[in-house]
């Protein structure tokens, strides 16, 4: 991991986009970490993995990847080879509702 100062990395953005694809960097601004730069494909599996596993909520993820429909987040996740991992609490929700409406029919 590399830091650079914000002024310096103005500077010499081009240098720092190429050194981005390579190794993470990390942009400070008054001597505090600020923004992190990686690889594209590394944020995107990271956004995709944090949503898959509960961490991030769905809207969330969507507007990190600028996805504007649902069936985008899961053609992502899907050819990612990920899966939603499911929540106890809403999979006994869902199970309790769908008990419900079916006495109901």
């Keep these: 991991m590399k830091t650079i100062a914000a002024t310096r990395a103005k500077n010499v953005l081009g240098q720092v986009l190429d050194d981005a694809c390579v190794d993470l960097i990390m942009l400070e601004r008054h001597g505090k970490e600020k923004v992190a730069l990686m690889p594209a494909a590394e944020a995107r599996m990271g956004v ?37 991992q499911a929540n106890t609490v809403k999979e006994q929700f869902m199970a309790a509702e769908i008990e419900r409406l079916i006495g109901q029919a």
């Design 48 to 84: 995709l993995c944090s949503y898959a596993a509960g961490a991030m909520p769905r809207a969330t993820a969507m507007k990190r990847l600028g996805l504007t429909w649902y069936g985008e987040l899961v053609d992502a996740m899907h050819a990612a080879g990920l899966r939603v």
